[in-house]
């Protein structure tokens, strides 16, 4: 009886030592994270022992990310839904929240910010806690990816943290508005909007760095051709992530990697990105300048930092865009994450991978704003 009462003693003992260790490892005492850190860090010790005979380069650790999302299921479009509907059901399961959370440090603040009666919801962020500078400090505009239809940030806020605190920087974080609710153009709206109200405001043109994700990407080049059609000072910089540049989906990579992207499983795209159009769809097509930036003029566009996973269905879409810039003379860094998914540098507390590339963003982003701008 004794030899029980020691062994559940110990247990209890050893079982709080856990409870203690596990979210001071993981900085996070949310339930879900715990459980993804942990049986993360259980695949990576399975694949530390079975190499990959055909991806040699790839981390056990990001193997086991991969084999993580592998077990999402594929989002089916159901034509006996409303498509609304079934654009709700591909939103409910569009979260990263518990993937990587919000650390508690970080100082987020809430503005809907107004131009001309224009007003846009969006997000003040800074890791550490700080006031924004005018006239001084970083200011990254982020527009999240999402296709278009899913995103916020609920979302983005961890991710987004942690760039404010690796750029030394603060993070604005546009809620624009959704398709198909809000057809587009009304997110490059939205972001030129936001862009105005900053210059408005007295920030200035060379303090601002605009990056986007995916969708997000795609729209982050379109605000800036919009800039530039509208004869407004161009920001910084731009960084895109995997962005989604070509909506007409006819890219050989789309067939290349169908197998391989264990990102974007969805099988109806041609549905998906109808929806994009709303009333418009009759009389635009998926490769006007208006959705497809990749059809649009790069002409007068600041330096580009292009990143993309050589795995992904949107390969093309950035090799394609690097070379567009490249015609337009525009300062392009283009790195390719071989065997990568899409958007993986969202995934940094995951995988090595991820954590070189945004220190390689880091040390571009440190490098244009300390160039001296030529007057």
Not at 126 to 146: A, R, T, V
Request: overall charge negative; proline content about 5%; glycine content about 4%.
């Amino acid at each position: 009886m004794s030899f029980l009462t020691g062994f559940f003693a110990l247990l209890t003992k050893f079982i709080l030592i856990l409870a203690i260790a596990i979210p001071i490892r993981y900085g996070s005492t949310d339930y879900r994270h715990l459980s993804i850190r942990l049986f993360h860090s259980l695949l990576s010790l399975k694949y530390s022992f079975i190499p990959d005979q055909t991806r040699p380069t790839l981390s056990a650790d990001y193997r086991a990310f991969e084999a993580l999302i592998r077990m999402r299921p594929i989002l089916n479009h159901d034509s006996s839904l409303d498509s609304l509907d079934t654009i709700k059901k591909i939103r409910s399961s569009f979260s990263e929240s518990a993937v990587t959370p919000k650390p508690s440090q970080c100082q987020i603040n809430n503005e809907i910010i107004d131009y001309n009666g224009h007003s846009v919801n969006a997000y003040w962020i800074n890791y550490p806690s700080k006031n924004f500078e005018k006239k001084s400090d970083k200011l990254i505009l982020y527009f999240h990816g999402g296709a278009y239809f899913a995103g916020n940030i609920q979302v983005y806020d961890g991710f987004e943290c942690h760039l404010s605190k690796l750029f030394n920087a603060t993070i604005l974080h546009v809620e624009y508005r959704l398709c198909p609710e809000h057809p587009l153009p009304a997110a490059v709206d939205d972001s030129v909007a936001v862009y105005r109200a900053l210059l408005h405001r007295n920030v200035l043109p060379s303090q601002i760095m605009i990056m986007g994700d995916s969708a997000g990407g795609g729209l982050s080049l379109l605000t800036i051709q919009a800039l530039i059609t509208n004869e407004l000072p161009i920001p910084r910089g731009v960084i895109v992530l995997s962005p989604w540049t070509d909506l007409s989906g006819t890219a050989e990579s789309y067939i290349r990697n169908q197998h391989t992207d264990v990102m974007i499983r969805f099988d109806n795209h041609k549905w998906l990105i109808e929806q994009l159009l709303g009333s418009n769809q009759s009389e635009l097509s998926f490769d006007n300048a208006i959705f497809s930036p990749l059809f649009g003029s790069f002409e007068k566009f600041p330096p580009m930092y292009i990143n993309v996973g050589t795995a992904e269905i949107l390969e093309d879409d950035s090799k394609r865009l690097l070379k567009k810039a490249e015609e337009a003379n525009v300062d392009v860094t283009y790195e390719e994450g071989l065997h990568l998914m899409h958007v993986y540098p969202l995934f940094f507390l995951y995988c090595p991978e991820a954590q070189h590339t945004l220190d390689n963003i880091n040390k571009w982003v440190q490098t244009i704003y300390n160039q001296k701008l030529i007057e």
